[in-house]
């Protein structure tokens, strides 16, 4: 039986497995997946997201080597040394360390929640007037404003951020979802599958929709079609804090780690 840093590590490489896809359609991203460390990087989409290293895994005595490594590989790349630290994480003083060497904990609180048994649950009724539908192509350009909107990114990244999407339309593991309502475009939402498992991104609302069923919805269709592709957990992280991590807990989420992020400006 796994104890609860094995199970935490599991999940956070879950999360990078369902996510390796991408890598092979992407140009400029690599997923490292290493027993000492996992490592992210995209040059063309510099946002923590997708430009970190994460379950260090290395004795103290190994430690200061290894976060030298880091350092020369996000720098080679341009690119801000970024690491996310959980519970899974060793040694136990790996945010002290970090600190001493100039890294900042940037304020980047992220808590990953799982709802599981996903086959047993009843999936409840969603409100009418709000519609979620699977993208493709020609909706790409519409998705990345959205979401850009959504999470407050700047305009002249929406682009970039269609870029990365074309890539993974016709993915059977990746799905991306507009959510809907009186034929307005106002939510984001995608899943990306990997085995039992389903982990959920790009969950965005427009700001004078929030509040609305719209986020519900979207998350009611992901329940669903993860129940008709044999899903048995669903994973997703929020930054958004307690509030809405209480309306994901009464939904039947429960909290499964939390992450701190560090980087070396």
Aim: charged content about 25%; overall charge negative.
């Amino acid at each position: 039986m796994k104890n609860d840093h094995e199970r935490i590590a599991e999940l956070e490489r879950i999360n990078l497995l369902a996510m390796k896809p991408l890598e092979d359609i992407i140009p400029e991203m690599e997923i490292v997946l290493r027993k000492d460390v996992s490592l992210v990087s995209h040059r063309s989409f510099p946002t923590p997201d997708y430009n970190q290293a994460c379950l260090l895994q290395a004795t103290p005595e190994a430690a200061e080597i290894l976060l030298d490594e880091i350092i020369m590989y996000f720098r080679s790349k341009e690119l801000i040394p970024t690491v996310f630290v959980s519970e899974a994480c060793t040694p136990d003083d790996l945010p002290r360390r970090l600190e001493k060497r100039g890294f900042t904990d940037v304020g980047i609180k992220e808590s990953w929640l799982i709802y599981e048994n996903v086959q047993s649950a009843r999936a409840p009724k969603i409100d009418k007037s709000v519609a979620a539908k699977q993208i493709d192509l020609s909706q790409v350009s519409l998705f990345a404003e959205v979401m850009a909107a959504a999470f407050g990114i700047p305009d002249e990244m929406v682009g970039v951020i269609a870029d990365a999407l074309k890539p993974s339309i016709g993915i059977p593991s990746i799905a991306h979802y507009l959510g809907f309502r009186e034929d307005q475009a106002v939510a984001t939402l995608t899943l990306m599958y990997y085995q039992e498992y389903v982990i959920v991104g790009s969950a965005g609302v427009l700001k004078e929709h929030r509040g609305s069923k719209v986020i519900y919805n979207l998350a009611v269709q992901a329940l669903i079609e993860a129940q008709s592709r044999g899903v048995e957990t669903i994973m997703l992280q929020t930054s958004l804090g307690p509030i809405f991590e209480r309306f994901l807990r009464f939904w039947g989420f429960k909290q499964a780690f939390k992450r701190t992020g560090y980087s070396l400006v």
